[in-house]
């Protein structure tokens, strides 16, 4: 079973810039999860999709952050404009229903550098 | 105050020893608690779950959970230096949709 895919692995932009993310969760996962994990902390969910529909997005910074899951498939993370404290790792996430919202499957996350 | 609270290390033992791990928390409302390893350049992994109060053990690895404390463990029993990573607590209210991780603890075996 393939695990959960995400690209680019690593990102270097300039503040004010925008930026976008992609994520491929394990094939028949219904649930998708982004966080932003800075360094030396512990993972901070921003949004949870539960199919294409929203679930919870109460720590998405709206004014700069947006997410889509088009399809309920595949999902795309965009920041626009970057801030300095943007810098982190956003790591992608999915679930089952059968196997319980505990037992997520993280992928890679993408290391964004922001200057 | 932080919902889920972890001592952040570094935490460095010699290969063999037992390791002992911590995290306290605020909400009671918590019934599932997990415990991620990651990595270094890698996404986190669940090691250990556990429902409600009790102990759990897997392998060389035991997670013990105390409600009444508010207070969770994971034990490593003949630590290897594979065993070296950042382990992640996690929390999370029956129902709910969210995780809850705590800091992270950056764990070093020395061979």
């Known amino acids: 079973e393939a695990g959960v895919a995400q690209s680019p692995r690593y990102k270097i932009i300039e503040k004010r810039q925008s930026v976008a993310f992609w994520c491929n969760p394990i094939s028949g996962h219904a649930t998708l999860y982004w966080y932003q994990q800075i360094l030396g902390q512990g993972p901070k969910l921003l949004i949870q999709f539960q199919n294409n529909g929203v679930v919870d997005d109460s720590q998405l910074p709206k004014d700069r952050f947006s997410a889509e899951r088009l399809k309920g498939v595949d999902s795309t993370l965009k920041i626009q404009p970057a801030k300095l404290e943007d810098s982190a790792v956003y790591l992608c996430?999915?679930?089952?229903?059968?196997?319980?919202?505990?037992?997520?499957?993280f992928g890679p996350g993408t290391r964004l550098t922001v200057t | 105050q932080k919902e889920v609270e972890q001592d952040p290390g570094p935490l460095s033992v010699p290969e063999g020893a037992i390791v002992s791990l911590n995290c306290t928390y605020s909400?009671?409302?918590?019934?599932?608690f997990m415990w991620y390893r990651q990595y270094s350049r890698k996404g986190p992994e669940l090691l250990m779950y556990?429902?409600?109060?009790g102990n759990k053990e897997d392998g060389r690895f035991t997670a013990q959970v105390d409600k009444s404390s508010k207070y969770i463990s994971l034990f490593i029993r003949d630590s290897q230096p594979s065993d070296s990573a950042t382990y992640l607590c996690?929390?999370?209210?029956?129902?709910?949709?969210?995780?809850?991780f705590g800091q992270g603890t950056r764990l070093t075996i020395n061979p």
């Open positions: 996690a929390m999370m209210i029956q129902g709910a949709q969210k995780l809850v």
């Open positions: 996430a999915s679930s089952t229903r059968t196997s319980g919202r505990y037992e997520q499957y």
């Open positions: 909400n009671s409302a918590f019934q599932y």
């Open positions: 556990t429902y409600s109060s």
